[in-house]
């Protein structure tokens, strides 16, 4: 059963940076298409970022440019690159395994916290 492990969450000033990562364990990486999602008080669960097995990525619009997903499977690692971080990104951080070898697959981690704040 694969497992899934964030870190990198904080507190951070407006225009700031962070990196999340996602430890997976139980299966290899190199099978999953991966996601990060937030959720922020109040409001839904939302898709932030999102990387295939091959390496393709996609963004929600309110962080392109200053998002990056990216994975190194040798690590079974997927990461979130945060820049320019303004106090709307703030919400509990989550990844998730999307897809296994093509087929769905709803597996969440316990989220991380990520607060943008002066």
């Known amino acids: 059963q694969v497992q899934l492990v964030e870190s990198g969450g904080g507190l951070v000033q407006p225009g700031g940076s962070l990196r999340l990562s996602c430890v997976v364990s139980g299966d290899m990486l190199r099978r999953l298409d991966m996601g990060w999602h937030r959720q922020a008080p109040g409001k839904q669960r939302e898709l932030v970022a999102a990387?295939?097995?091959?390496?393709?990525?996609n963004y929600v619009d309110s962080v392109k440019g200053r998002f990056t997903i990216s994975r190194d499977n040798a690590r079974n690692t997927v990461y979130l690159q945060m820049n320019s971080l303004k106090p709307e990104d703030t919400a509990v951080y989550y990844c998730k395994v999307e897809k296994r070898l093509g087929i769905p697959l709803n597996a969440w981690g316990q989220g991380t916290q990520v607060t943008v704040s002066s």
């Open positions: 990387i295939t097995i091959g390496g393709s990525t």
